[in-house]
């Protein structure tokens, strides 16, 4: 069993910066892709990034490519995403998830996930 803590969600400017942290514990890290997602009110969970259990390969959704960058240290046990140049429309609940072996974009083959951490962006 694998549990998944966000950390590092807040609220800021249009414009400005967050560093999301998901930290995981009680499995092999290195042995789950992980992914990111959110959630905005009264929308679907949508994929946001996800990153191959050696970091070799990353991919992003069309909305955040060169905005957000998805990086993880196995031996921290943890997972980012950098988030650069934020928009209102990037509010939302942010969370993050583990997949065994191969990373996807589809939220059905996640395994597990953390509670989520609020993004506000204010315009």
């Known amino acids: 069993q694998v549990q998944l803590v966000e950390s590092g969600g807040g609220l800021v400017q249009a414009g400005g910066s967050l560093r999301l942290t998901c930290t995981a514990s009680?499995?092999?890290?290195?042995?789950?892709?992980m992914g990111w997602f959110r959630q905005a009110p009264g929308k679907e969970r949508e994929f946001v990034a996800a990153?191959?259990?050696?970091?070799?390969?990353?991919i992003y959704a069309d909305s955040v490519k060169g905005q957000f960058t998805i990086s993880r240290d196995n031996a921290k046990n943890t997972v980012y995403l950098q988030m650069n140049s934020l928009k209102p429309e990037d509010t939302a609940v942010y969370s993050c998830?583990?997949?065994?072996?191969?990373?996807?974009?589809?939220?059905?083959?996640?395994?597990?996930w953390g509670q989520g951490t609020q993004v506000t962006v204010s315009s």
């Open positions: 998830a583990a997949k065994p072996f191969t990373m996807s974009s589809d939220r059905g083959g996640y395994d597990y």
């Open positions: 009680g499995g092999t890290f290195s042995n789950y892709a």
């Open positions: 990153i191959s259990r050696s970091s070799i390969r990353t």
